[in-house]
């Protein structure tokens, strides 16, 4: 699973990589194209790494220099490809190549004046490179076939400085690209032993880059590091970061989420505008954020590693397979219970009000089957609807409901029986027109 793979899934991850400040559109892209942890060992370097970077992205000075040196790192996996394979690569390229080395220097004498030391690149390698092209070792970042390179080419700029005929210069001007071409092959075999180690400076430049910024989103969001656990996934104080700040901007709170879960199916149920669907997007987000080592929105974590995340929310049309709403959403819920039968412990699944759009008896069948299927499958489920549905086969949460007027978002326990019936206190909660609702209110007394 690769992070541009679920890019656009709607539990809002898109927003936690928009707001990630990674300073440089190759790093940006080199995490798009890095794949999820499928193991504890890979979860747990990724969040050491982290953990290291943390104190440093407190310093707002370090930060706003790194991101001044690393927003120029450029990806010239092309040039260096060219220079392994033999090829002579023109001077653009070979700037390119000695503006990597001189950047991953630069970045590495920030880090250790700052107090890093460990955190810098292995730039130990980058003596015999430099050399090369920068031969008269001014430090300047251009890069120019210099005269100290021959000296031959030098005395024949010399003497096409001097010259006036056009046909002498003409000559004189051949043999100097004769004489460059000739130099800039030597550059390129002697640089090409290096290529391994340059290749790895740019990858660990954009992971640099990659985790710093991580560690800074921590601290700007307060975000949390979890813990690496088995067996049941916990958070405290669980929230969404997008629709957190959409709140906060209207002068709104957004309640904070407790739960847990196993490999026993949680079903949430509750009244439309209740909150169930954002604890899915929220759950799945976390997941997604742990597999790829980012801090979690949540007080504390406790998560289990699953090397697939299923999340089915919304309206599930299929436009292009030609596939009704319900069509689609019964095939991707079957990849899910095809997929629990072998891989059960690496599943987790998040599923919003599944058959809502038919008929409710036929709908409590569907649900209440899938919930006994996967009961049994050691897949970890959360499931929202509005059927009621028997605790035989799961654990059953619901939102607290409108208390005193106003919306309580937080999960309680529920015990067996009929689904609250909280749409009513909801709709008043909205001052929707009190004929309406007592209309509806009379009509339930007759039911």
């Not at 002697?190 to 790895?200: E, F, G, H, T, Y």
């Not at 697939?308 to 079957?334: C, K, N, P």
């Not at 095809?338 to 809502?356: H, N, Q």
């Not at 689904?419 to 007759?446: C, Q, R, T, Y």
Request: proline share 5%; hydrophobic share 40%.
């Amino acid at each position: 699973m690769k992070l541009r793979d679920i890019i656009d899934s709607p539990c809002g991850l898109r927003y936690m990589i928009e707001t990630l400040p990674v300073a440089s559109g190759y790093s940006l892209r080199y995490l798009m194209d890095s794949t999820a942890c499928s193991t504890e060992e890979e979860v747990m370097e990724s969040y050491a790494a982290l953990h290291s970077f943390l104190p440093a992205a407190s310093d707002g000075n370090l930060v706003a220099m790194l991101h001044s040196e690393l927003c120029t790192l450029k990806n010239i996996s092309s040039t260096l490809d060219r220079l392994e394979s033999a090829c002579t690569v023109d001077d653009i390229e070979l700037f390119e190549v000695k503006h990597l080395i001189m950047l991953g220097r630069r970045v590495s004498a920030l880090l250790s004046a700052s107090g890093w030391p460990a955190l810098s690149p292995d730039v130990s390698f980058t003596d015999s490179p430099l050399s090369v092209l920068d031969p008269d070792g001014t430090g300047i970042a251009s890069f120019y076939i210099y005269d100290s390179y021959s000296a031959e080419l030098a005395g024949l700029r010399l003497r096409l400085g001097r010259e006036t005929d056009p046909d002498a210069r003409e000559s004189l001007m051949r043999e100097e690209q004769q004489e460059e071409s000739r130099i800039r092959t030597g550059i390129c075999e002697d640089l090409r032993p290096s290529v391994p180690a340059l290749r790895k400076l740019m990858e660990s430049l954009a992971v640099l880059d990659i985790t710093f910024a991580k560690a800074v989103q921590v601290r700007t969001m307060n975000l949390c590091i979890p813990v690496l656990t088995s067996g049941k996934t916990v958070y405290k104080g669980m929230y969404h970061p997008y629709i957190k700040s959409v709140l906060e901007k209207s002068d709104k709170e957004f309640t904070p989420i407790d739960i847990d879960f196993g490999d026993e199916p949680v079903v949430i149920i509750g009244a439309n505008m209740g909150g169930k669907t954002v604890v899915l997007k929220m759950a799945a987000l976390c997941q997604y954020l742990f597999s790829f080592g980012m801090g979690i929105p949540a007080e504390s974590a406790e998560i289990v590693l699953k090397k697939r995340v299923f999340f089915i929310s919304g309206d599930a049309q299929d436009m292009g397979a030609g596939l009704s709403s319900f069509a689609a959403e019964m095939t991707a819920i079957d990849q899910v219970v095809r997929a629990s039968e072998t891989e059960g412990t690496d599943i987790v699944a998040m599923i919003d009000e599944p058959a809502r759009s038919t008929n409710p008896i036929e709908g409590t069948a569907l649900v209440e089957a899938l919930l006994r299927l996967m009961e049994g499958r050691s897949a970890a489920m959360l499931l929202t609807t509005h059927y009621n549905i028997s605790s035989a086969c799961c654990r059953r949460l619901r939102v607290a409901g409108v208390e005193n007027g106003k919306m309580n978002y937080r999960l309680c326990p529920a015990p067996d029986g009929a689904v609250p019936h909280e749409a009513l206190n909801v709709a008043e909660s909205l001052n929707i027109s009190p004929e309406w609702i007592g209309e509806a209110k009379k009509l339930l007394k007759h039911e």
